[in-house]
């Protein structure tokens, strides 16, 4: 099948096509330029809401229940879910969630694991390409699941509309834990598991956070609610849904939407001229004269800084070839 009968087959809701073209986004960056120039233009139409947090606070189990609920109201659900690397494959170590199997039948949801391979900020360096070919092939309700590990999972920011932070009773310092930077990048906090001992604390505490932000948060006319959740009971999940909307309201009423997708826009922009550079830089470097350069470097005959100069002038003719 040609690059073109496939993009073809994904636009038109193929799960084995759009699986296809994920596949070709993580692992080839060619063809992954030219898989999104060509999509792109059926892109924009969906929502994307990320689901973020410490490792074990049941994000997957929460997000299970969550896909039902918008199942009901007719949504049509992708999910991009962020696992760690296996050492031995380079694959996505948990494969597709367990809990989320259920509505691997389902028509209406197509459910894809993606590794980390090492990316750092909780996310496979190609979430972003992958949510827009779900985008592109009709899904409305994009969730993306990072990969739970904590405090450095604020690159959600760049993927997501609706940022929803799940923390649990028992982390010990329970703000502490999950630590300011993921606090100012959520939209909705979820206390999961809300049935153990010392929700209550974790509750006073997020509060007393927020507070510390009320200026902010009166500035952009929405403060983040707090919404206890047991998702195994569903205690909780249909209010953190209603707050998911609300906040979907609020973002397209305030015109904050467009103002975090071209903030997005701009960072992916950022990201792609580094990597572009980066990749050069690297293929320069493995060539005789680079490595003559930097044995000068070693020998303190040229400094750094001049050796970086050197090689960014050589790269002007061929930087976007």
Do not use: C
Not at 129 to 151: H, M, N, P, R, W
Not at 165 to 173: E, I
Not at 232 to 238: A, E, P, S
Request: hydrophobic share 40%; proline share 3%.
């Amino acid at each position: 099948m040609t690059l073109e009968s496939l993009i073809q087959s994904a636009l038109s809701g193929d799960k084995k096509a759009i699986a296809r073209l994920i596949t070709l986004v993580e692992n080839d960056e060619e063809k992954a330029r030219e898989i999104i120039r060509r999509i792109y233009p059926h892109t924009g139409k969906a929502y994307v809401v990320g689901i973020t947090g410490p490792p074990g606070s049941g994000k997957s189990t929460l997000l299970d229940k969550l896909i039902k609920l918008a199942r009901d109201e007719g949504h049509k659900v992708g999910v991009i879910a962020i696992d760690p690397t296996s050492p031995f494959t380079g694959g996505a170590l948990l494969g597709d969630r367990l809990r989320m199997q259920r509505h691997s039948t389902d028509p209406g949801v197509f459910i894809r694991s993606m590794a980390t391979r090492g990316s750092l900020g909780g996310l496979a360096k190609a979430t972003n390409d992958a949510v827009k070919v779900l985008d592109a092939s009709g899904y409305d309700l994009i969730f993306v699941e990072t990969v739970g590990v904590g405090q450095i999972e604020v690159d959600i920011v760049k993927t997501a509309d609706t940022v929803v932070l799940v923390t649990v009773p028992g982390l010990g310092d329970e703000v502490q834990a999950i630590k300011a930077g993921l606090m100012e990048v959520a939209d909705i906090f979820a206390i999961n598991k809300a049935d153990r001992e010392g929700t209550e604390m974790v509750y006073l505490e997020l509060k007393m956070a927020l507070e510390f932000e009320r200026d902010k948060w009166r500035q952009i006319g929405w403060e983040p609610p707090i919404v206890e959740t047991t998702a195994f009971t569903l205690k909780g999940v249909r209010p953190l849904w209603e707050a998911i909307k609300r906040h979907r309201k609020h973002m397209e009423e305030s015109g904050r939407l467009r103002e975090r997708r071209a903030f997005r826009a701009r960072e992916e922009v950022k990201t792609i001229i580094a990597s572009t550079i980066a990749r050069k830089v690297e293929e320069r470097l493995a060539k005789g004269e680079a490595k003559d350069l930097i044995e000068e470097v070693v020998e303190r005959k040229l400094d750094p800084y001049s050796a970086s100069q050197i090689v960014m002038e050589t790269l002007k003719e061929d930087l976007w070839r």
